[in-house]
Every structure is written in structure tokens, then in C-alpha cells.
């Protein structure tokens, strides 16, 4: 195999010029980390550009998770879903919680609400749900669940700059939201995160938090070093100002998939739940039970056509162990069927038809051969 391998995603990476002259601003101020005034700025822009005000910064997605328990006072159990990356349940260990996870639904992959209402004991003291591959979870339906409950929301939107839900972001719904700035999310700071709200002030509490919880009746202990330094934030910073570009260019990718993928019967784009938009986070496919493979399998055959695709909730990414509340047996299933394809705005066209003439190849020679099967043994 000569052509170079696609990978998963390639981070949005500004001209280096762009990244040096913010880089060189910083260490010539002397300031790199501690509450610096580029973390300030950075969660200022952040916060006009989502037009959230109570919002602060943090090292990573997973501490955002972390913080937002610790800033919410929560120490006992938290529901999750029994479908979701790693970092999630590990945010809510951290945050000094017992996650206890809870079935996924079958469609959009977020958590079933029924499955959570069922899983409230007394012991409950808050939901964390993910917004899956940026799409929403069942809003309503789990602030219903959270208020009857008396218990906050969180959402995990890791991955959900520049969607929109109902004309609103979708970092704004329930009672906290966390964003991951990871390298390989649509915008980002190489590393980093932000935990946010609209209903709570949250952010002072946060930066508290990140900060061992240093304050003047003393340190919390809920607190740690979870800051974002002042390199980090100049990167996210210049790395927002081309998010909206790499936005559009992600639509176009995802409509190269959806009619190259037209006639591939036995996997399927995972929907989009309505009145969200755009679907620019993640190109989640599922298989269909009768598929010739399963995720896992589909990921090991692309990496030998040079494609990296991933099977988020099954294999080395399903943490153990952990308690659920019962059985999970649609997250079982969906370890078996989902995988995320390459996507990220620098993919051609012709990136996605190897991708799909790949992913065709590993089906249609399957196919071939149970015909010839079928045909040798009729009946
Ligand atoms: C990426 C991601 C995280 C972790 O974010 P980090 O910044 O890498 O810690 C958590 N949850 C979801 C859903 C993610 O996609």
C-alpha cells in the first residue's frame, strides 16, 4: 500500500507564524501560567462567542467533568451512561463521585431516559449525560428526570463547539456543560477544557477548583491543579479564530460521506436528532446486526486500507470496571456497531471515496462469497 494513511482526525493547526507571534507575546511577558491575563482573554472569547458568560477554562475535558462535581458540591453517586468515552466516568471518579452507568438509546446513542428514571435511588446526587458525538442527548426528558429529583444535569459536550440545538448552543443546556479543547476536537488548545453554565454561577468556583481550591477560609479539598497555562490558552485562542472556517469545511466532508455511503446497505450514518445543526463533530456510522463484520473488525480491516476509524464503546475504550445500575444491553450492542470514520475539514473528496471504497471492499467481498456459498448450498 503506497497512499498515506487517513487518519481519525488531524487537529486544526493556525500558519505557524500566526501561533509563533502569540507564543512569543507570552514569553515575553514572563507570565505562563496562574490565572494569567491569556487565560482571561481566552474565556472571555470563548464566552462572547457563545454568549455564556459564566464559563472558565480548564487543563482538560476530563478535569472539566471533575471540577463541575467539585463545583456542584456532589460526593456520592452519578449516574452516566454505560456508552460513552472513558473520560467520563473517570471525571466523575475524580470529582470524588461513584458513576453508576445507566443503558444508552438505541437511535441517537445518548442516554435513555427511562433507563436514568429508573435508576434514581436516594443515593443520587446528579445525571451526567453526554451529548454523543455532538448530537443531544434527550434534553427535556433528563431535565424533567434532574428537577423531579432534585439533582443538577450535567452534560458532557466534550465535543460540541459550533452545534447548535434549537437556535441555542448547545453548550448551554443543563444545569453545567463541559467542552473539551483537546487537539482533536473542532476547535482547541492542544490540551485543555471549560466547564460552563446558564443557570448556575459556576465559573469563580471553578477557578477556585482548578486552582487547589485555594481560597481564603482555606483550600477546598475538592480542589487540584487542573489550570490551563498561558502558552495554552494564546494557542486556543489564535486555534478559534479558524474554527468557523473548519466548520464549513466539515459540512462539505459530510456530504461527500452521505452520497458515497448512499448505497451502502449494511452500515449507515447514525441520525442526527432533530433541530440540531451542523453534524460536524463526528462521522458516526452503524452497522446493521447482519453486517459482514462487526466495529472492531471494521477498524482492524480499514487500518490495513491505510484508514483509522475507531470503535469508541467497545475493546481498550471501555472502562472497567464500573457499576451499572442493571443491564446495559443496548451499550452491549452498540460496541459492536458503532464506529467513528475519519472526519476533519482537511479530507478531499477523494479521501472519503478510499475511505468508502475501503469500507465497500470489506463488505462486498464478504458478500460475494456467502453468494457463492448461498448458491453451492441453496436452501
Ligand atoms: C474528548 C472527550 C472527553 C475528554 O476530553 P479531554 O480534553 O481529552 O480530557 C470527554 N468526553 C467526551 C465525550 C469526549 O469526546
Redesign the pocket.
Known amino acids: 500500500m503506497t497512499d498515506s494513511p487517513i487518519v481519525l482526525v488531524k487537529p486544526v493547526l493556525p500558519a505557524l507564524d500566526k501561533l509563533g507571534a502569540a507564543l512569543h507575546e507570552v514569553l515575553r511577558s514572563g507570565v505562563l501560567t496562574n490565572d494569567g491575563s491569556r487565560v482571561h482573554a481566552f474565556e472571555a472569547l470563548l464566552s462572547a462567542r457563545l454568549g455564556i458568560a459564566d464559563l472558565a477554562v480548564c ?7 471533575q471540577l463541575a462535581c467539585g463545583a456542584l458540591g456532589l460526593s456520592g453517586e452519578v449516574i452516566v451512561p454505560a456508552a ?2 472513558p ?2 466516568a473517570q ?1 466523575v471518579r475524580r470529582g470524588s463521585c461513584t458513576p453508576v452507568a445507566v443503558d444508552a438509546e438505541r437511535t441517537f446513542l445518548t442516554l435513555d431516559p427511562d433507563a436514568v428514571a429508573a435508576a434514581i435511588t436516594p443515593r443520587t446526587e446528579g445525571i451526567v449525560a ?4 455532538g448530537c443531544p442527548a434527550d434534553v427535556d426528558a433528563l431535565a424533567a428526570i434532574a428537577r423531579s429529583a432534585g439533582i443538577p444535569l450535567i452534560f ?4 460540541c463547539w459550533g452545534i447548535t440545538y434549537r437556535d441555542r448552543p448547545l453548550l448551554a443546556y443543563g444545569d453545567v456543560s ?1 467542552l ?3 487537539a ?2 473542532l476547535t482547541h488548545s492542544v ?3 471549560a466547564v460552563m453554565s446558564t443557570v448556575h454561577p459556576i465559573a469563580d468556583k471553578v477557578r477556585r477548583l482548578r486552582n487547589f481550591g485555594i481560597g481564603a477560609e482555606g483550600a477546598l479539598p475538592a480542589g487540584t491543579n487542573a489550570r490551563m497555562s498561558e502558552l495554552h490558552a494564546a494557542v486556543g485562542a489564535v486555534v478559534l479564530g479558524e474554527a468557523d472556517a473548519e466548520i464549513v469545511r466539515r459540512i462539505q466532508v459530510r456530504e461527500w460521506y452521505m452520497d458515497a455511503l448512499r448505497h451502502t446497505e449494511w452500515l449507515r450514518p447514525v441520525p442526527f436528532r432533530p433541530g440540531a445543526w451542523p453534524n460536524v ?1 463526528a462521522m458516526a456510522v452503524r452497522l446493521r446486526p447482519d453486517a459482514p463484520v462487526d466495529a472492531p473488525t471494521l477498524c482492524d480491516e480499514l487500518k490495513r486500507d491505510g484508514v483509522h476509524a475507531r470503535a469508541y464503546f467497545t475493546g481498550r475504550y471501555r472502562p472497567r470496571p464500573i457499576g451499572t445500575a442493571g443491564p446495559t444491553p443496548v451499550a452491549d450492542e452498540l460496541g459492536k456497531r458503532i464506529v467513528c470514520l475519519p472526519f476533519w475539514g482537511g479530507l478531499t473528496e477523494s479521501d472519503v471515496m478510499r475511505v468508502v471504497d475501503a469500507i465497500d471492499r470489506i463488505g462486498g467481498g464478504r458478500c460475494h462469497e456467502s453468494h457463492a456459498l448461498s448458491l453451492e448450498y441453496p436452501g
Open positions: 487543563g482538560s475535558g476530563t478535569t472539566a467533568i460513552a468515552f473520560a467520563v471525571g453526554v451529548q454523543t458525538f458532557d459536550a466534550a465535543t463541559t473539551s479543547l483537546h482533536m476536537k490540551e485543555g477544557g463533530a
